[in-house]
């Protein structure tokens, strides 16, 4: 059969992928997905886990250390010791005793847990059910997950939340911030309001609030409250409502947590209070809202002038959080690179494929006439939003790493990889990337007392991968990195994680992949599509 043109017929082909992906798990009553399938992955945990002569890397931003044995007691770490020095034999009269399971990791690299601050848990618009997500997460070394928004409603994202607590499913610790005003019975307007809903939330056991905006004083008492009762907060300052409280501004009202960078240009401003749009410009056209959006950073004050300063100053001070999720405005600045990335072929689901290709109802797929000028724009915005990240960290501002996956080409896994990648860019070393990934993440989510760096006392979640991944981030993708074999004169693929630990709990990540692999494919089978890679402008068909 040739190739159906129309978009109808790919959206038709796109729900029957969804179906066949999601047969295998009944949906909830109350939730617009499927739950997660109990979990029938990992190993453990032990009574006494050992793993063996690795490099420790502890997410404090120490230098790299070993060989070094790791004892983990049920879902804890109990002791770290260095057994010996490099290119000499391990000393045995060192090493902890045997015990119930071991890891040899000699020759090989454990960091903590990575903690993804901005990952939303699917959606039935992209048709990707939460095994298809968790376990690409896992299977990168994501250990924790802030799903900002709780967009699967809060009642599915806190039963989920306990079930990864309990790892009865296979899945990274959950933290669920409930977007303001929703899951009520009617709508916030005023500051009592305000108050209530937070209550509301507060008492239904969630943990966070996302921010989108609201009237000022409506915004200042909710985040007054939340403070109260002990909730964080996040804020992707939209532009609907920056022009009455820009970041500096929500800070000093008690946010603790920047999304994305709406709001930072515009506390930035020193010659005008509002964007310079044009006079045509339609917030619900989205190639309006992101094009214009890559010319916002250049309408701010420049780097390292006195309203540069003491913006950044006055957020120090606030101990406030900086979660940029550079990797989701990637494509903004080089789409062909995002479309051909090489997980797509294998690890993209069509539905999901379906969902990023241009479309003027979908959010973030705002590819309507996409050309070099706006590209040019980004990569300007890039230089300057990256300079304020990378100075902010060296003043000892709380920089954080965050994918938001699912949207805009970016897959769940590989998309906070690169963002590692692009914190690189914007001029951290890579222990500071890890630190930002690992222990700055878990301090901004007030759990750095059990999770974020390689310590005595916590949390047994930890990566092991054969690579170094401070030499090369990319052998932390899936996918791995391409190296010359310089012994053979083939070219292999070398790295990718190869055990996630989380609570104690061994995983395979290659396993994970396969699995996700099969997913794809017989998502591919369903809908009619070859393999191959996806084309942006059709889906091809048998």
């Known amino acids: 059969m040739s190739a159906l043109p129309s978009r109808l017929a790919a ?10 992906v999601a047969a295998a798990c009944p949906l909830s009553a109350s939730a617009q997905m499927p739950d997660a399938p109990n979990r029938s992955e990992g190993e453990g945990p032990w009574n006494r886990l050992v793993i063996r002569g690795a490099t420790l890397i502890d997410g404090t931003g120490a230098p790299p250390i070993g060989p070094m044995d790791i004892v983990i007691e049920g879902d804890r770490i109990t002791s770290i010791r260095s057994v010996g020095y490099p290119g000499v034999p391990i000393n045995d009269a060192r090493r902890p005793g045997p015990a119930d399971h071991e890891i040899d990791a000699h020759g ?11 990952g939303h848990i699917g959606g039935s618009s992209q048709g990707t059910i939460p095994e298809y997500v968790f376990k690409l997460w896992m299977a990168h070394g994501i250990t924790t997950i802030r799903d900002p928004g709780s967009g699967n409603g809060m009642d599915w994202t806190l039963r989920h939340r306990d079930r990864s607590a309990g790892n009865t499913i296979t899945a990274p610790r959950i933290m669920s911030y409930v977007t303001f005003g929703s899951n009520w019975s009617r709508e916030v307007v005023t500051p009592k309001d305000a108050r209530e809903w937070v209550r509301y939330i507060a008492d239904a056991g969630a943990d966070g609030i996302k921010f989108f905006g609201a009237p000022p004083k409506v915004l200042a008492a909710a985040l007054d409250e939340a403070k109260a009762r002990g909730l964080r907060t996040a ?6 409502h920056v022009t009455r409280t820009n970041v500096l501004q929500s800070a ?6 920047m999304e994305h960078w709406y709001g930072l240009p515009e506390a930035l401003f020193r010659d005008r209070t509002v964007q310079d749009y044009p006079l045509d410009y339609n917030y619900n056209d989205e190639q309006h ?6 010319r916002l950073w250049q309408q701010a004050a420049p780097p390292y002038s006195d309203r540069w300063n003491m913006v950044m100053d006055s957020l120090i001070a606030l101990d406030f959080t900086i979660d940029p999720t550079f990797t989701i405005y990637e494509a903004s600045r080089d789409l062909m690179r995002e479309t051909r990335a090489e997980w797509h072929e294998e690890y993209t689901l069509p539905s999901l494929w379906e969902f990023y290709r241009p479309s003027r109802r979908a959010h973030g797929s705002y590819w309507f006439d996409w050309g070099t000028e706006q590209e040019v724009a980004w990569k300007n915005n890039f230089r300057l939003w990256m300079t304020f990240v990378n100075e902010y960290k060296n003043r000892g501002g709380r920089v954080t790493v965050g994918s938001d996956a699912g949207y805009i080409y970016k897959l769940y896994g590989f998309g906070y990889v690169r963002e590692l990648e692009l914190l690189r860019e914007a001029g951290f070393h890579p222990l500071e990337v890890v630190w930002s990934a690992t222990l700055k993440g878990a301090e901004a989510l007030g759990m750095d007392d059990e999770v974020g760096s390689v310590q005595v006392g916590k949390k047994a979640d930890l990566i092991i991968l054969s690579e170094n991944p401070l030499a090369n981030l990319k052998t932390l993708y899936g996918t791995g990195a391409i190296r010359l074999n310089d012994e053979t004169g083939e070219v292999e693929r070398v790295g990718g ?7 104690g709990i ?3 990540a290659p396993a994970l992949l396969d699995d996700v692999r099969a997913m794809v494919s017989r998502a591919k089978v369903e809908a009619g599509i070859p393999p191959g890679p996806m084309r942006v402008e059709t889906i091809e068909r048998r």
């Open 108 to 118: 090989m690299y454990v960091l903590p847990g990575f903690v993804d601050m901005h």
């Open 252 to 257: 000093t009202m008690g946010l603790t947590t």
């Open 235 to 240: 804020m992707h300052h939209a532009q609907l």
């Open 506 to 508: 061994v995983y395979d």
């Open 289 to 294: 809202r992101f094009g214009e959006a890559g």
């Open 497 to 503: 994680v190869r055990w996630t630990i989380k609570d």
């Open 11 to 20: 959206r038709i082909a796109c729900l029957a992928a969804i179906a066949a």
